[in-house]
């Protein structure tokens, strides 16, 4: 148990859904992240929330849609997804990276997400 | 070439023996992650390193930063340290870049 929990932890969905992917975390963290992980691929970073203001969005389609309500929550919106979106994503989160302050990141067991 | 490289991919060893699992990274960085991950999915983040060398149980981890490498040990390993062992760097902009991963598998 690593403080951050997902959910769900498997997601089926056709091409024409809308779902959204949460995350939930009790480690009084004000940073929080999702990744997403290709077979055989690098974990990627997909959205950094930081003190709950969007800070990095790294040329994501905008098919995926982040939202973060308070510093404990984050969810991610899915809405018309392609086959190659299938993948697991993960939600980490932090303590806000500052220079100087080296900061360790705890995941949640990711979504493993299968688009039809 | 990925920022973060680790080697070798994959590793397979039996019951017992000792295990050294390599990171090389190309950036200037703050901090360095070691990182497992189960076959189902879950990561624990089992090292956080800035210099040196770190020790939790059979796990030891070190770092050279000149040198821009660092190595994670496994001493008498076990089938239950089958896992894919991931090394992540903190560079300059303060992002976590990612190596590919190395996949241990440990038989009995």
């Known amino acids: 148990e690593t403080g951050v929990t997902q959910t769900p932890r498997h997601l089926v969905m056709g091409m024409t859904n809308k779902k959204s992917l949460k995350c939930e975390q009790h480690l009084g963290h004000n940073a929080m992240y999702w990744y997403k992980q290709s077979a055989k691929k690098p974990l990627e970073l997909m959205f950094v929330?930081?003190?709950?203001?969007?800070?990095e969005n790294n040329s994501v389609p905008s098919r995926f849609s982040p939202e973060c309500p308070n510093s404990s929550h984050l969810f991610l919106h899915l809405h018309t997804l392609q086959p190659e979106d299938s993948a697991l994503y993960l939600c980490?989160?932090?303590?806000?990276?500052?220079?100087?302050?080296?900061?360790?990141?705890?995941f949640g067991q990711g979504t493993r997400l299968t688009v039809v | 070439k990925n920022e973060v490289e680790q080697s070798p991919q994959n590793l397979t060893a039996q019951e017992g023996e000792f295990i050294t699992i390599n990171c090389s990274y190309s950036v200037g960085i703050s901090a360095l992650h070691w990182l497992q991950q189960h076959p189902g999915g879950g990561i624990v983040s089992l090292f956080m390193l800035s210099s040196g060398k770190k020790k939790h149980g059979r796990l030891i981890a070190t770092i050279n930063i000149q040198e821009k490498h660092s190595s994670l040990h496994i001493t008498a390993s076990h089938p239950r340290d089958s896992a894919v062992y991931i090394c992540?760097?903190?560079?300059?902009?303060?992002?976590?870049?990612f190596g590919k991963g190395t996949k241990l598998t440990v038989n009995p």
């Open positions: 980490a989160s932090s303590q806000a990276p500052n220079r100087g302050r080296n900061t360790e990141a705890f």
């Open positions: 929330y930081s003190l709950e203001e969007r800070v």
């Open positions: 992540a760097v903190r560079g300059g902009s303060e992002k976590l870049v």
